[in-house]
Every structure is written in structure tokens, then in C-alpha cells.
């Protein structure tokens, strides 16, 4: 071996040896050695525009030139009370907290301009402090009949009627200032106004007139002692509904038949059938039929039924069944609707074999009916009735 090659040897040993690229884990090709450049610029968010302003900036301070626009338009002591609440809000909350809509549908009178009084919003100009007065009082009846006799004194030879009408506009009834009268000063808040109620529209449009004078509905009030105002108030639900024909020698005659319940929502339920012709008539037979068949529904905690009960019409069964409180109504439509008019907020019902709904209907008040009142039964067995729930547990189970 030559020198050459000797001194090639040992440069080629102190000499470092080349890394070889890595390999990516989970990943069949090698790692870039160089760092990457990316093909297009950089562009920050704040060229764009993109970036929050900061609360300063949002909601500066007012300059000395707004300042004195604000002059013109509001006093001293407004201009004062606008300062103070001002710097009583932080921005930062205002920034978190508050909104300012910009979109097509913002209201463009979001911001108040409390130079100006809305009657709508704002609360009405109250008197001035001068009209008060406290020496106010009603006058006496002496005083009231002095009056009329000075207007009959200095009445002309021929009356005429407006004169009286005269005297009774401006004949003052009170004895003091005359603005503390007329227009007086009061600390009370104005009251809120409201829209007039149906059953007031109804009476001024004469419908509510119209429907209480019926001989129908007075006949109802009659049997069932009820007054008008409660049987309004009644929750009533037509809840089946079809077409029937009776065949007779004269043909076939067509009626419409209608199942309604009814019930106060507080333990009265009552159902009721329907037919005639028209609709109307047999709506109204099916309603009052079922208002007259009101009867009062045992119910516990004034919320659920007592215990497991069962019905049976034709060939519909059904069980329903006691829940805690907020399980909710968990049944068919037609056994919801009788709940909600009975009032009872937690239960449970399961229809077995046919589910006619007619049947489902008489079969579950006939259920309710059927319940066995816990005071019923120690009674009958001679035994002390304590409810533990109720006793113990503070009826939190």
C-alpha cells in the first residue's frame, strides 16, 4: 500500500460521515433536509384590515369640538349626567357586553337621543314642582251649593242650555291652588298600558252578548250552576269526529258525530257526544253534554292518579299507571288530551288490544273513575292512614 493511499485512508476516517435524510414515521418517502419556502408572500391580517381595534380606539373621548357641539343640543346638567354615566361603564365591558348590529336589518334608531322625548318609550313630562299644593282639599257641601246658587242668580232672562253645561266644566270642586287641580303633581310612575283583552273586544263588538243570551247556554247554566264566566273558562277539546248514516225506510240520513271532552284543569272531567246535521249543533250538543258530565277526578298531590288503575270498553283495554313528580305524560294523544283537561301533569298509559278511539276514550275516564282513595280504604279497614312521602321524606321521593 502506497503513501498516498495511507493518507487518503486516515483523512477519510477523521472526516465527518454524512447524515442520511430521516424517515418519517408512518410515512414511505424521506423528510426535507431544507427548510421549506413557501410559494406566495405572506400577508398579515393587519393589511387587511382584519385585526380589532382596541377598546381606546372604539370608544374614544369626546374632543373639545364635539364637546361643544353637545352644547347646542343638550344643557349643562345633561351634558353632566352624560359625562358620569359614562365613565362609570368600563369600555372593556361595553366591548365584551355590548352590540352593535350592522347588518341590513339593525334598527337605525338603536342609539337614544335623549334630547328628544318619545311618549312610545319615555316616561310622560311630569307638572312642576309650583303646582303642588298642600293645603288641597275637596270642597264642602255648603260651599258646593253657594256656587250654584251665584250661576242661577246670574243666569240671563233666557237660558240657554249650554250655559249649564258651562257650569259644570268649569266649576272647580276643590279649594286651593287652581293648577294643583288641574293639573297636579305626582310622584307615581304612569301605569303601563295594555291591549284590551278578547273578552273585552268581545263585549264591545256584542259577541260575548250574543253567546250568553243563547237559550242553550242559559239552560246549561241553569243544570250545572255554573256561571257564564267559569264555562268560558273551561278547557274543551273535540277530539273524535266522523260521519255516520242511519238507514231508514226513507232513505239514508247522513249526521256528524262528535266526542268532546271537557274539564277545568283541576280535577273536573266530563265527555260528551254529539249528532246532528250540521256541524255546529253537533258540536255544541257534544260540548255541553260533556260539561254537563263533569265529575270531580281523585287526584294525588293534585298531579297523578292513586295507584295502578284499569278500563275496559268493548274490546279495548288499557292500564294507567302512577308516575313521580316531572315523568310528564307519557300516553296517546287522545288520553293526553283528558290529562290536560283533568289536570294531571304525571302519568303513564299503555292500550292493549283494539285502540278504537272512542273506546280509548270512555275506557280511560272510566279508569279514572275506578281509582280506590287511600282514606277510603283505611276506613274500610279500620287502620291509621300515614302517607310516607309526605311525612318522612318531605316529599322528596
Known sequence: MSVSSQSRCLLTAISKPTPLPRKRYLHSTTSRSAKHVPKHVSVKASDLGLVRKTTAEKFPAYSDAEKEALTKIYSPAQLAAIEAGEAAIDPEDLEKQGRFRNDPLRFDKYLDDFSKIRPVVDKPVRAPESNYDPNLRFKTEQELSEDLTRWVQNLPEDPDP????????????????????????????????????????????????????????????????????????????????HRVVNQTRMGKIASLYYLTVAGNGKGLLGIGEGKAAEPEDAKRQATMAAIRNMTPIPRYEERTIFGDVYGKVGATELVLMTRPPGFGVRCSQHIYEICRCAGITDLAARVTRARNPMNTIKAAFEALLSQRIPEDIARGRGRKLVDVRKVYYAGNV
Open 162 to 241: 249650554v250655559e249649564w253645561t258651562k257650569f259644570v266644566d268649569n266649576t272647580r270642586l276643590m279649594v286651593g291652588k287652581p293648577e294643583a287641580e288641574l293639573n297636579p303633581r305626582s310622584y307615581l310612575a304612569p301605569e303601563i298600558g295594555q291591549w284590551a283583552p278578547k273578552r273585552l273586544m268581545r263585549k264591545i263588538s256584542g259577541g260575548e252578548d250574543d253567546e250568553a243570551s243563547d237559550p242553550h247556554m242559559q239552560r246549561l247554566i241553569k243544570q250545572t250552576g255554573f256561571s257564564y264566566d267559569q264555562i268560558r273558562r273551561f278547557k274543551v277539546k273535540n277530539l273524535v269526529n
